[in-house]
């Protein structure tokens, strides 16, 4: 069994943007889209370790700051070069005005 | 056996050439001709070195070649393309029918005059083996002269100051950057460079060389054991010019990176290509030369190719990173856009607030997101008001919703 763990609350993240979570030695990209619906990915670009949270997000896509590679956060796929492989994503849920995340070890 | 494309050059263009007609559904053979023994590689990292040696980064996976039907033929060099036969020569005597060929033969770094070579071998840097060398034969705390102050001058004088060596950067313009960026964002970086140690002579020339030891215009004299030039590059063109198609800086290409033989393309570092103002450019960029093999792929594919996107390119100075985007032009206004960390952006527009270039420099990534906003304000035409682009507290991406 795996635990949910306060991100932050939910008008931390400004719809279409993006922050970035460590929790231990992970980082993730925590996600809020146009609809107000929360996503959470990976937090380092698959391309070359890059935090995508200084990214740009439009609609469902964010953009890596360093090469421009591109993933749509809700699936985690990549979709522009130069990034190839996907991110993984995880379940978020709101609750108590938290957004949280769900962490498998 | 039924001729496809053949690709000449396996970087990055011609890697992304061979993608974008898989992509586009084109479903006949395609060969790639790499001369570099090595997987297809990233050339961005030969100048960013992050450990003791440049790192090999491959741009896709050895099974992703056979997994896209792709014949990726390494290690061979094209030495002649007979248009009457539609085929071309490999080093080894081997003949290949094309039915479209593609030029993606790069670009090879500008030799100095061999008058100027007075002293030591010099180094110039291309492919992962050159990159390799320079590692392994310039120790800590080496004498280093890197003559020519643009990108990859640069970034060897940050990857070797971060190996102690003793740098010093010569050049010739009387700032560094001085093609590729304005006045401000050259100095932040030229002040950056200082700050780390390396000594940079704008303005300055070698005038004489003995044993070792440079003379320069300024009156200094530096001691170098290595020397590396980095001077800007040439495109290779033999192949075209041999084969009777048209070369002006470049190989001539339409907007559909067809030569005046419509079934042969050139795309990448070897082009010269139309652009938005009328005007025709060869590039020398990452970005570009990616983009530019894509859109070629797809027209060889039969299909449209998708529209150009603004120009770009990055550059790692040390723990800093430079994004530009577009292209500078004459008459605009140039405004500067302060970041919370330090960093600037300065972004050039014209009378009506139409934003034609961009150049930001940060610590680490903190100019992506704006110069990834202002690239997309530039497609979509939207003007600039210079009052908020110089506003650090109004968020770019707000221009961009108000569309």
Not at chain 2, 156 to 181: N, T
Request: aromatic share 6%; glycine share 10%.
């Amino acid at each position: 069994m795996s635990d949910w763990i306060d991100v932050c609350a939910t008008d931390d993240i400004e719809e279409e943007d993006v922050i970035r979570f460590d929790h231990g030695i992970r980082s993730f990209a925590i996600y809020h889209s146009p609809e107000g619906e929360f996503f959470a990915t990976d937090g380092l670009c698959t391309h070359e370790q890059v935090h995508l949270a200084d990214g740009l997000v439009m609609d469902h896509t964010i953009e890596c700051p360093k090469h421009n590679g591109q993933f749509n956060y809700t699936t985690g796929k990549a979709t522009r070069l130069p990034a190839c492989d996907h991110l993984g994503t995880y379940p978020v849920r709101v609750a108590g005005g938290q957004v949280q995340i769900q962490l498998s070890e | 056996m039924m001729a496809g494309i053949v690709i000449v050059g396996a970087g990055y263009c011609g890697v992304s050439a061979a993608h974008g007609a898989r992509e586009a559904g084109f479903e006949g053979q395609i060969t790639l001709i790499g001369d570099d023994p090595e997987l297809p590689y990233e050339r961005p990292p030969l100048s960013k070195w992050e450990g003791a040696e440049p790192r090999l980064q491959p741009i896709f996976a050895n099974d992703w070649y056979a997994a896209n039907d792709i014949d990726l033929r390494r290690g061979k060099r094209v030495t002649a393309i007979d248009r009457a036969t539609q085929t071309v020569t490999l080093s080894a005597g081997e003949t290949l029918s094309y039915a479209k060929l593609l030029l993606a033969t790069g670009a090879a770094p500008r030799r100095l005059p061999p008058e100027a070579l007075l002293f030591v071998k010099p180094h110039y840097l291309r492919t992962h083996s050159d990159a390799r060398d320079l590692a392994r034969r310039i120790g800590d705390g080496a004498d280093v002269l890197i003559v020519g102050g643009g990108f990859v001058g640069l970034e060897l004088a940050a990857s070797l100051a971060a190996r102690k060596a003793f740098v010093h950067v010569i050049e010739a313009q009387d700032r560094i950057l001085a093609r590729a960026v304005p006045p401000e964002i050259s100095r932040r970086v030229h002040d950056l460079h200082v700050e780390r140690g390396v000594t940079i002579h704008t303005a300055t020339t070698i005038t004489a060389v003995k044993d070792n030891v440079a003379r320069l215009s300024n009156g200094q004299s530096v001691r170098a054991e290595h020397v590396i030039i980095g001077i800007g590059s040439v495109p290779n063109t033999d192949l075209a010019t041999d084969a009777g198609l048209s070369v002006d800086n470049g190989i001539a290409v339409n907007d559909r990176f067809a030569t005046q033989a419509p079934n042969i393309f050139a795309a990448g570092d070897c082009c010269n290509v139309p652009v938005a103002d009328g005007g025709r450019a060869r590039f020398e960029s990452w970005q570009v030369a990616g983009e530019q093999g894509r859109r070629a792929g797809q027209a060889m594919a039969g299909v449209a190719p998708e529209p150009a996107q603004p120009p770009w390119f990055w550059s790692d100075q040390f723990d800093h990173c430079l994004q530009v985007v577009g292209l500078q032009s004459a008459g605009t206004q140039n405004t500067l856009r302060p970041l919370p960390d330090g960093g600037i952006i300065a972004i050039e527009t014209r009378a009506g607030g139409q934003i034609t270039f961009a150049a930001g420099f940060a610590p680490g990534n903190a100019a992506g997101r704006d110069i990834k906003v202002l690239q997309k304000l530039m497609e979509a035409g939207i003007a600039g008001d210079p009052a908020v682009l110089a506003d650090p507290g109004t968020p770019l991406k707000t221009i961009l919703r108000q569309r």
